[in-house]
Nanobody
Framework: QVQLVESGGGLVQAGDSLRLTCAAS????????TAWFRQAPGKDRDFVAA????????TYSDSVKGRFTVSTDNAKNTVYLQMNSLKPEDTAVYYC????????????????WGKGTLVTVSS
């Protein structure tokens, strides 16, 4: 069983930056991927970004492409989400998840989640 803990959320102003951290512990499989999703109040949990453990494959949603960067430190079993040029519409609870690498990431297909960290962007 893998345990995931997100951190780094907070209240920032539009245009600011934040870096989220997802720390994994417990049993993991060799070539897994870590994904970030977000869920705003009253909305579905949407895909944000994903990175394969090897670090050689990443993918982003169109809404964050060019602003967010996902990276991994395998020695620390940690994945980061660097968020720049934040917008009020980025306000959400951000969750990390672990699964095999997928060509398409859907929240309902994933079973291993962290508890989330809240990001609030004021205008």
């Amino acid at each position: 069983q893998v345990q995931l803990v997100e951190s780094g959320g907070g209240l920032v102003q539009a245009g600011d930056s934040l870096r989220l951290t997802c720390a994994a512990s417990g049993r993991t499989f060799t070539d897994y991927a870590t994904a970030w999703f977000r869920q705003a109040p009253g909305k579905d949990r949407d895909f944000v970004a994903a990175i394969r453990r090897s670090g050689k494959m990443t993918t982003y949603s169109d809404s964050v492409k060019g602003r967010f960067t996902v990276s991994t430190d395998n020695a620390k079993n940690t994945v980061y989400l660097q968020m720049n040029s934040l917008k009020p519409e980025d306000t959400a609870v951000y969750y990390c998840a672990v699964d095999f690498w997928r060509s398409e990431w859907r929240a309902r297909a994933i079973t291993c989640w962290g508890k989330g960290t809240l990001v609030t962007v004021s205008s």
